[in-house]
């Protein structure tokens, strides 16, 4: 194989680290064992609860109330770092996976969903939600391109990345909503995308758009069609894919209401990559609920 990978676990605050030269592929599972990619806390996570949890009122999340909840959130990275022949990181794939510790059937089926969007980061899959594909593949590819053409030693101070931060957006006891922002940078542009999942804390299911918005289908893909109108300079055709949309097919996160119960604010997701090359949010206020 024409790189080396060094990895490094953190578990309770203790640092070891173990390296595979000869590691021809990733294994099955993430997190089946010390090999590539392995599990660390993310240490000091800005949105990481405490063993209560913390509610989010409004979209700045300046006003953090700590709210009776029987689970709390954390973060675990899941990561690759690729070294050069001088032991020097040039490059990191990380996805940070928000994992809710709690004993009810909603905490296994958040967990599972999240489990599943990691998997799909790196392998690609057809039950992620929003990782079809495999980053890992392109990803250390361009690496061994780079180590081809000797450049590696241009990113010791910036290495090459594809990551993935979580945050949460909003918390109250029924409601918990997450941000994922993917970035990407090889050397040249770098892309940012955006994607965000809203869960029932009661049942663990996903909750759909419509939950949140009083306007029906027809009317909400028409001020999505102005947003595209306002905002780009090409045509109508390359964006009229979204006068077809149900709710079901947006995806968006929840940041909170103006006061309580009425007012809802969220944030719609469009990652296209056929109309431009960064993740796009539209900001949408709902005027009841």
């Avoid at 910036?158 to 941000?179: C, G, H």
Wanted: glycine share 6%; with cysteine.
């Amino acid at each position: 194989m024409k790189y080396s990978v060094f990895v490094f676990l953190l578990a309770l605050l203790l640092l070891s680290g173990c390296s595979d030269s000869s590691l021809q592929q990733l294994p099955e599972t993430p997190t089946s064992s010390l090999s590539t990619p392995i599990t660390t806390p993310t240490e000091n996570h800005p949105t990481a609860t405490d063993n209560k949890g913390t509610a989010f009122s409004d979209e700045a999340n300046e006003h953090q109330q700590v709210i009776d909840a029987d689970f709390s959130v954390s973060f675990e990275r899941v990561g690759l770092y690729f070294e050069d022949e001088h032991g020097n990181v040039i490059a990191e794939m990380y996805f940070d996976k928000p994992v809710l510790n709690g004993e009810s059937d909603a905490v296994a089926s958040i967990n599972a969903y999240f489990d599943k969007e990691c998997k799909g980061f790196f392998y690609g899959s057809e039950d992620s939600a929003n990782f079809k594909e495999s980053h890992y593949n392109d990803f250390s590819g361009t690496v061994d391109t780079f180590r081809d053409y000797g450049i590696l030693s241009k990113y010791i101070d910036a290495p090459l990345q594809n990551t993935v931060n979580s945050e949460i957006t909003y918390m109250s006891r029924d409601i918990l909503s997450i941000k994922l922002t993917q970035f990407w940078w090889a050397g040249g542009v770098s892309n940012t995308y955006f994607f965000g999942a809203t869960f029932n804390l009661e049942t663990g299911e996903l909750i759909p758009l419509d939950y949140f918005i009083t306007a029906d289908i027809e009317t909400f893909n028409e001020q999505v069609l102005d947003f595209f109108r306002e905002t780009f300079s090409f045509g109508p055709e390359e964006y009229e894919q979204y006068a077809h949309y149900n709710y079901t097919d947006y995806n968006y996160y929840f940041t909170g209401y103006t006061y309580i119960n009425s007012g809802a604010n969220v944030c719609i997701t469009f990652n296209d990559g056929s109309l431009f090359r960064y993740g796009y949010i539209l900001n949408y206020h709902d005027e009841e609920n």
